[in-house]
């Protein structure tokens, strides 16, 4: 249609789109999102769209278009900008078709996202930076869309809602932050609901050991098996015990951004408690236990605690920890078959008992 005149490369990609597709002003403009700065992706759409429609309109008038029925599809799939031109030439019975692309509903989208956004972030404020969630169908549209087309001046729907969301929100007071940011809002296009994903976010864990030999960092596992290799996730620990021992009073466990309610591993059986602020996590990471009370397993021939069977006896041990446990039992001269921790004292107990609102 363009041949022997002077279009531009843009308005022939434009209208080669346009020919197959029905694309919104924001979409027909995405396509050409890296070239110009400082418009929306709307404007590009519209301007795109109107000097096609002057052209088109010129081309009509000095009859250079013998076939007029192209010319319909093409008005057709601009959607609002085509109507009046159509009716000039065609009368009724303009068709109005969805956006290819985003069926319509991307301004309504950014409306909802900028109105969620600023309704969490009035209630409870952090840095945050946004992300969009689209459904694998949309997404894979669009991916093959753009590719198929060659389009290498696409910007993503992704994108273009997180930038103008991101301006809206920051016009109204509420400025995302790349650099450091606490939690993540993320819009889903299907659900048209906001999920808020912590960053960093320290959840507590309480568990216990039945298992002997998995330490909990691989820092001790000399290349071996270790809880946090299997969690994957960062793991703070407030206190423990050496590996060779087991734990049967619940313990607590901070991890970063883990969210499994209960994961049985290892021998290691955690169930989470809660999230927690800045004060709590400082307060557990400060209240270790005072006392313990250890069950030690032991073979003497001489009879020094409570006989299970032929010299293999056990006796519950009072120490501060596992290392003045070591230096009672070595006065005591017996040989050591196991140890498990029973029970502690300290103000770690209220603690726990006030995250878990238990006890
Ligand atoms: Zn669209």
């Known amino acids: 249609m363009w041949k022997n005149s002077s279009a531009s490369w843009v308005a022939e990609q434009a209208l080669s789109l346009l020919e197959r597709y029905p694309l919104c002003d924001s979409c027909l403009g995405r396509c050409f999102a890296k070239l110009g700065y400082g418009h929306l992706n709307s404007e590009r759409g519209r301007s795109i769209k109107l000097s096609l429609i002057l052209e088109i309109d010129r081309k009509i008038k000095e009859h250079q278009l013998p076939d007029l029925e192209g010319i319909r599809e093409v008005l057709f799939n601009m959607g609002g900008a085509g109507e009046s031109l159509f009716s000039h030439y065609f009368g009724k019975g303009f068709q109005r078709r969805a956006c290819y692309l985003c069926n319509d509903v991307l301004a309504q989208v950014k409306e909802d996202f900028v109105a969620k956004a600023l309704s969490i972030l009035r209630t409870s404020p952090m840095r945050y930076v946004l992300g969009v969630r689209l459904s694998p169908r949309m997404q894979e549209l669009e991916t093959n869309f753009a590719v198929g087309n060659g389009l290498m001046y696409y910007e993503s729907m992704k994108a273009e809602i997180r930038r103008e969301v991101g301006k809206k929100l920051s016009q109204l007071g509420f400025e995302p932050d790349m650099d450091n940011p606490e939690g993540e809002l993320v819009y889903d296009l299907d659900t048209r609901s906001v999920e808020v994903i912590r960053k960093n976010q320290k959840v507590l864990y309480l568990y216990t050991r039945l298992s002997r030999g998995v330490p909990i ?107 003045e446990l070591m230096e009672k039992i070595k006065e005591m001269n017996v040989e050591i078959i196991s140890v498990d921790l029973i029970r502690t004292e300290g103000k770690h107990r209220r603690i726990r008992a006030l995250l878990t609102k238990t006890e």
């Not at 021992?245 to 309610?261: A, C």
């Not at 996590?281 to 236990?289: G, Q, S, T």
């Open 217 to 323: 960092s691989s820092w001790y596992s000399r290349g071996g098996d270790s809880l946090d290799r299997e969690i994957g996730n960062k793991i703070i620990i407030p206190f423990t015990e050496p590996s060779d021992v087991r734990i049967l009073e619940p313990y607590p466990l901070i991890i970063e951004d883990y969210h499994e309610e209960r994961k049985e591993v290892m021998g290691y059986s955690l169930v989470k408690v809660s999230s927690l602020g800045k004060s709590e996590f400082n307060l557990l990471v400060e209240n270790k236990p005072l006392s313990r009370t250890y069950r030690v397993i032991f073979y003497s021939t001489e009879k020094k605690g409570h006989e299970i069977y032929d010299g293999i006896q056990d006796m519950l041990v009072e120490a501060r920890n596992f290392d």
